[in-house]
């Protein structure tokens, strides 16, 4: 069973004109982080609100922790932490989770234990007293995700949660998402921050204009191609000229080039023709495409799956 399952999910918004997911398809497994990345507009949070029930498909169908999103008893195992909220700033840390909690149906006693944990797991303990508006944009975005799991998800859903926080704060959400999955919980998470999640997921989803580009596991999708820095002695041919016919792009930097070939069988065909010229090969060295270069080719580039 996939924790989150869509079927040619689809929601056009203002009588069709606005197609913000089309014929959506992804599969999320259970106690993975799955990183939904697409620049702003993308479809993004559409897709999270839909799974949710906030907002209903205009078509195709989905299903989350096994039962129809229909089915609204499936929100007592989700969490949720919203793009841009905003909690009531005349209430502290521990007002607001007792607020929530209690909303989730959790009993009093329940919470005065589940309570002082949640914020210790986010580092707010000394600030639980203090109320939300003297927070930093760090500090509200942990206090969220300790409202996000109030209700022990087994689901979370987290819309831009290190959007306007600095680099420290960044690394402790990263840090906190990290050790939620090592109890199991599965999350969902959407950013146009590549560098956010390219460090912390299992699978990533690349969306752009309501379209699933690529899916895949972090590694395949930097894997696809691969690059490698050449140093060589120039003799009589040029470079270009040398690998004219191998359909090899090449790149020239000051004292060296780089190519970009579909495997290594391809590079030692390139190998063996600069040997047959016998041109002197100084080094070779890998270079690592980053899921950033990966990100942006696609996105300029990219045609729907
Ligand atoms: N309620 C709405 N009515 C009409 N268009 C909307 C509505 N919500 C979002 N959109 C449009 O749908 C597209 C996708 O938006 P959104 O899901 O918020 O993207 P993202 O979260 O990736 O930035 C955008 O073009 C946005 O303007
Ligand atoms: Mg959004």
């Given at each position: 069973m996939y924790t989150v399952e869509t079927f040619d999910l689809t929601k056009h918004y203002s009588g069709g004109k606005?197609?913000?997911?089309?014929?959506c398809n992804i599969r999320v497994e259970e106690g993975r982080i799955f990183g939904l990345l697409g620049p702003n507009g993308a479809g993004k949070t559409t897709l999270v609100k839909t799974l949710l029930g906030i907002i209903h498909p205009t078509g195709g169908s989905a299903k989350v922790l096994g039962q129809p999103?229909?089915?609204?008893?499936i929100h007592n195992k989700i969490g949720y932490l919203a793009e841009n909220h905003r909690f009531p700033?005349?209430?502290?840390a521990r007002q607001i989770l007792l607020y929530y909690g209690k909303m989730s149906g959790l009993s009093k006693e329940t919470l005065s234990r589940k309570i002082p944990e949640l914020l210790e797991l986010v580092n707010l303990s000394d600030w639980?007293?203090?109320?939300?508006?003297?927070?930093?944009k760090g500090m509200a975005q942990r206090l969220g995700l300790a409202h996000a799991l109030i209700n022990d998800p087994d689901l979370i859903f987290l819309d831009e949660?290190?959007?306007?926080?600095?680099p420290v704060g960044r690394k402790e959400i990263r840090d906190l998402l990290l050790k939620l999955r090592t109890e199991g919980k599965t999350i969902f998470l959407n950013s146009h921050q590549l560098s956010e999640v390219e460090r912390i997921s299992d699978e990533i989803a690349i969306l752009k204009n309501g379209n699933v580009l690529q899916i895949g596991r972090v590694d395949d999708f930097i894997s696809v191609k691969s690059q490698y820095q050449l140093q060589i002695q120039n003799g009589t041919l040029s470079f270009s000229e040398l690998c004219a016919g191998l359909n090899i792009p090449v790149l020239q930097a000051e004292d060296h080039y780089t190519v970009t070939v579909e495997d290594e069988r391809h590079l030692n065909r390139l190998i063996d023709k600069l040997r047959a010229e016998k041109v002197l090969i100084k080094s070779i060295v890998p270079r690592k495409i980053t899921l950033e270069d990966y990100f942006i080719d696609v996105i300029e580039e990219g045609e729907a799956l």
């Open positions: 606005v197609k913000a997911l089309t014929n999103i229909t089915d609204y008893h700033e005349f209430l502290n639980a007293d203090v109320k939300t508006h003297k927070y930093s949660p290190t959007d306007g926080i600095d």
